[in-house]
């Protein structure tokens, strides 16, 4: 048997297993009594839906990872991903068209897949528990501007690879080095250029949240940076906050859905965190960290490309190697050492989370107002309070809620008298 199918196929069964078993035993991990950190927040019916929305939702996400998973198994076992090859050879264009074609028509075959599960995530399951705000017009809308960022990004970066590896084969370090320098462009641009096409920002306006984050900002030296509020509405009731961009184009975002149901203090404590994440220099390490990677992957992908026993594992003869199926079927070969890659990333994200709410309560003269804001965000969005621990490795960018009220409380206990502030400042 073909190593390279081995591997592959048991790749794919092998995630598709951890996720299962880590969906499975966050199920069984649910707890029936609200943590004393909530109480009066959450009565007892309010949790008892939050329990049922993790149901649905987990059951929702199963099914899906299913059928996906089997359809993948299916085209790689029967030979889909060479017979749509030679479809797309029919033609008769050069490589980079025929690249194009080819990597058009899977986004087309799985976004057709995904799209039932997404209509029905959306306007059943969402709406079932009172937090889609999506219209039909908005959701087709979404799709077709995905379509056209898709074409106007992805295809001449797509292009670009292609013709890099056919031009200098073992040149991977060209395109790790293209790759750098889109993904830098895209941090700077993606708040000026591609997220207003989503949503609507506008920079928050006068009152006593806006000049308290900015007496806060100035304690703390921290660079001028945009005060956005977005229209999160728009899709949901649920709410959120986000830090994005740099330099110029750095912003922090708050839902306005986000500004209507939280004080001023724990808007500010949410925000901190935000700032916190700067002033930690997270944002930069996750930049590197994430160079790091896809000059690994690069590498990599470097050598595998044409790689005779690699499309024998997929079905295409030996005369039918390609730079751009091989993009498509190092994918595949590359999912164990993603997944890996992942839950490390998952477990730094965790630890910096921690570290922005520390800076949070040694900075904020109402420290206790972001453990205020957690719960708050918890108990609106319907947030699962105590995943299992191997859901949270697996799948969490951020720790368990409990957990970070619980490390806040007790980073309170141990806080100087009086917050931190840079050397030199007057208190």
């Not at 077709?144 to 292609?162: F, T």
Request: aromatic share 12%; proline share 6%; hydrophobic share 50%.
């Amino acid at each position: 048997m073909n190593g390279y199918l081995v591997i592959v196929v048991g790749a794919l069964l092998l995630r598709f297993l951890v996720d299962v078993i880590a969906e499975l035993a966050n199920l069984g991990h649910v707890r029936t009594d609200v943590p004393a950190e909530f109480e009066g927040l959450y009565d007892a019916e309010r949790y008892a839906t939050s329990q049922r929305y993790l149901r649905d939702t987990t059951r929702a996400g199963l099914l899906h990872d299913v059928v996906t998973t089997m359809f993948q198994l299916g085209a790689i076992l029967l030979g889909g991903f060479c017979l749509l090859d030679a479809l797309v050879r029919m033609p008769g264009w050069g490589p980079i068209p025929t690249g194009l074609l080819y990597a058009g028509a899977l986004a087309l075959v799985f976004s057709a897949l995904d799209l039932p599960f997404s209509i029905r995530r959306t306007f059943i399951l969402e709406a079932r528990y009172g937090f889609n705000r999506t219209t039909p017009r908005t959701f087709v809308l979404d799709i077709l501007k995905g379509v056209v960022l898709s074409v106007v990004i992805g295809a001449p970066l797509l292009a670009a690879v292609i013709w890099f590896f056919e031009r200098f084969p073992g040149a991977w370090w060209m395109v790790w080095a293209l790759l750098v320098g889109v993904q830098v462009a895209l941090v700077y641009l993606a708040p000026l250029v591609i997220m207003p096409l989503f949503n609507t920002f506008t920079p928050l306006g006068e009152g006593e949240v806006r000049q308290t984050i900015l007496e806060y900002a100035r304690a703390q030296s921290f660079p001028n940076a945009g005060i956005f509020t977005m229209d999160g509405s728009r899709r949901s009731s649920k709410s959120n906050a986000f830090f994005t961009g740099f330099g110029r184009s750095r912003r922090i975002v708050l839902y306005d859905t986000f500004l209507e149901r939280h004080t001023a203090a724990e808007i500010l404590a949410v925000v901190a965190h935000e700032m916190g994440h700067y002033k930690k220099r997270h944002i930069p390490a996750a930049m590197v960290r994430s160079v790091v990677v896809s000059g690994i992957t690069c590498y990599l992908l470097g050598c595998f490309i044409n790689n005779p026993g690699l499309f024998a594992a997929f079905g295409f003869p030996p005369d039918r190697v390609s730079v751009y199926a091989s993009l498509v079927l190092f994918g595949f070969l590359y999912t164990p050492l993603g997944m890996v890659l992942g839950i490390v990333e998952h477990a730094i994200s965790r630890r910096h989370e921690y570290e922005a709410d520390a800076f949070t309560v040694d900075t904020c003269e109402e420290p206790g107002a972001l453990s205020d804001a957690l719960k708050k965000l918890s108990v609106d969005n319907l947030s699962n309070l105590a995943p299992h621990p191997l859901k949270v490795a697996v799948s969490y960018s951020h720790p368990p809620v409990l957990y970070r009220i619980r490390a806040i409380q007790e980073r309170i206990i141990n806080r100087p008298t009086h917050p931190q502030r840079p050397a030199g400042q007057a208190r």
